[in-house]
């Protein structure tokens, strides 16, 4: 541990552009999920950055990523909450039926004694739906190329990866020509990773232990692997 904090302490540094510095912004994006009260506004800047803003019940966070040091392709996930859908389809032709029934009684529908409970199961289609709705998510993360830390992540509903698309065509592209940037020599892009997991630890983007976990990996992957010593056979 000593010996990669003494690395990156030693090295020169890049250094990452201030939220709202940007002297070029090549393409921008905002994403809301009502439901959730999220908010994600995503700018690639200078070539080679991504600007991130996010804000949720939980607080607001803006930082700036590195691309040079982001895995491609995003990783994207969805989930479908077919129980609640499956629910809310079963409540809504239960609901249809009671009030076809109440409308073709003789009795005035006001007056009918099936009333209470036609709106009470429309009132639990009403509340399924909904859930069906909140619960069914797509959710879009970015991870670090060698450390494999979550460095961002976006959970929103329905529409999520629609409204994405075309912006994370352009993430790919620059995290692509970002490669390109990177230092030619491993020890030289080895302090430049390192150093880049420490500062979004400092921003609050990683935490203390995904900090860790990521530097391990980073230096797993960075030494070389030591062959394994031949066996001196067995003496006579």
């Known amino acids: 541990m000593q010996t990669s904090e003494h690395i990156l302490l030693e090295s020169d540094e890049r250094e990452v552009p201030a939220l709202g510095s940007a002297?070029?912004?090549?393409?921008?994006?905002?994403?809301?999920?009502?439901?959730?009260?999220?908010?994600?506004?995503?700018?690639?800047?200078?070539?080679?950055?991504l600007s991130v803003r996010s804000r949720s019940p939980s607080g607001e966070l803006g930082y700036v990523l590195d691309l040079r040091f982001v895995a491609a392709p995003p990783r994207v996930a969805r989930h479908v909450a077919r129980r609640w859908i499956n629910a809310s389809l079963v409540l809504l032709a239960l609901a249809a039926v009671m009030a076809a029934w109440i409308r073709s009684s003789a009795t005035p529908w006001w007056q009918h004694g099936w009333l209470r409970?036609?709106?009470?199961?429309?009132?639990?289609?009403?509340?399924?739906?909904?859930?069906?709705?909140?619960?069914?998510?797509?959710?879009?993360?970015?991870?670090?190329?060698?450390?494999?830390?979550?460095?961002?992540?976006?959970?929103?509903g329905m529409g999520?990866?629609?409204a994405l698309r075309p912006f994370l065509a352009r993430l790919v592209a620059h995290i692509r020509l970002a490669l390109a940037a990177r230092r030619r020599t491993r020890a030289e892009h080895?302090?430049?990773?390192?150093?880049?997991h420490g500062r979004l630890r400092?921003?609050?983007?990683?935490?203390?232990?995904?900090?860790?976990?990521?530097?391990?990996?980073?230096?797993?992957?960075?030494?070389?692997?030591?062959?394994?010593?031949?066996k001196r056979p067995p003496a006579p």
């Open 117 to 156: 409970a036609c709106a009470a199961v429309t009132g639990m289609w009403a509340l399924a739906t909904v859930i069906a709705a909140y619960r069914t998510t797509e959710t879009v993360r970015l991870y670090s190329a060698h450390g494999a830390v979550r460095v961002l992540e976006f959970t929103g």
């Open 202 to 230: 400092d921003v609050g983007v990683l935490s203390a232990e995904e900090y860790e976990a990521g530097k391990m990996r980073i230096l797993a992957h960075h030494t070389p692997a030591t062959p394994a010593r031949a």
């Open 23 to 49: 002297r070029k912004t090549h393409a921008q994006v905002e994403v809301t999920s009502r439901l959730r009260r999220c908010v994600l506004q995503l700018e690639i800047i200078d070539y080679y950055y």
């Open 160 to 162: 999520t990866f629609r």
């Open 190 to 196: 080895l302090r430049d990773e390192m150093r880049e």
